[in-house]
């Protein structure tokens, strides 16, 4: 628990976000929930506050204004939770990617023969060709 309250307090402030407040309730929820305190320990905490600037901006649809102290805790709560899905995922999404381009590659072959015997059926025997000339 003490490493997951440590690795809060040092987290890099950010202007835009009222970081304090938001140290200050992560490190009573990981004194209140030791599942919290591993999930802190596992992530990388460097963009929290950009996160939840990028959240609350979100919620705001771009303007100005005001979001509940609560809210925002709950999203640098979620902060967490998402990153180490998101982990996964990216897993996940490599392979996919990587089966998606070698399907597209094997389309891209079989698409090419075809073209070229398409074009080769096209001209019939003894007619020219404008594009020839």
Do not use: H
């Not at 997951?4 to 304090?20: E, G, L, Q, W, Y």
């Not at 490190?27 to 609350?56: A, I, P, Q």
């Not at 919620?59 to 967490?80: C, R, T």
């Amino acid at each position: 628990m003490k490493e997951a309250i440590d690795k809060i307090k040092s987290i890099k402030d950010d202007v835009r976000v009222p970081s304090d407040p938001i140290k200050k309730w992560l490190v009573n929820k990981c004194r209140e929930n030791n599942d919290f305190c591993s999930l802190v320990n596992k992530t990388n905490t460097d963009n929290l506050f950009g996160y939840v600037y990028e959240e609350v901006r979100k919620k705001l649809n771009g303007k100005n204004g005001w979001i509940d102290d609560d809210v925002v805790y709950k999203i640098a709560e979620s902060y967490f939770g998402k990153v180490s899905i998101s982990k996964k995922e990216k897993k996940e999404e490599v392979k996919k990617e990587s089966n998606v381009i070698d399907f597209k590659a094997k389309k891209e072959n079989t698409s090419k023969g075809k073209a070229k015997k398409n074009k080769a059926d096209s001209i019939i025997d003894n007619q020219i060709s404008i594009f020839d000339l």
